[in-house]
Nanobody
């Protein structure tokens, strides 16, 4: 069964760090651009980062640029989101996705077009 499974969310103080992981099952992970979006209560989803099929290209939303780093390990079908200098406004449910863009993303917002999504992991940043 094609699926994505996230882990690594939690509660952290402002200025702290978290690493999210996303493991893929039952599809050729290394052939697809992958990414992360987040959604806070009462807000629209925000595409925050995308990584090309081979990891050679990455894009970020302005809101996280310089603080978040996306990476992938195709040998282990896993993608990561390293989040540093977290702010209270980063509080949201974070989802990993397989994008419709196939191999590369033109922008972070492209991750809002997805065809496989994980169940989400909650990130809460306290002030």
């Amino acid at each position: 069964q094609v699926q994505l499974q996230e882990s690594g969310g939690g509660l952290v103080q402002a200025g702290g760090s978290l690493r999210l992981s996303c493991t893929a099952f039952a599809f050729r992970f290394g052939e697809f651009a992958m990414g992360w979006f987040r959604q806070a209560p009462g807000k629209e989803p925000e595409g925050i980062s995308c990584i090309s099929y081979n990891g050679g290209s990455t894009t970020y939303a302005d809101s996280v640029k310089g603080r978040f780093t996306i990476s992938r390990d195709n040998a282990n079908n896993t993608m990561y989101l390293w989040m540093d200098n977290l702010k209270p406004e980063d509080t949201a449910m974070y989802y990993c996705v397989r994008t419709l863009a196939r191999d590369v993303c033109a922008a972070a917002s492209a991750v809002l077009g997805w065809n496989v999504r994980g169940q989400g992991t909650q990130v809460t940043v306290s002030s």
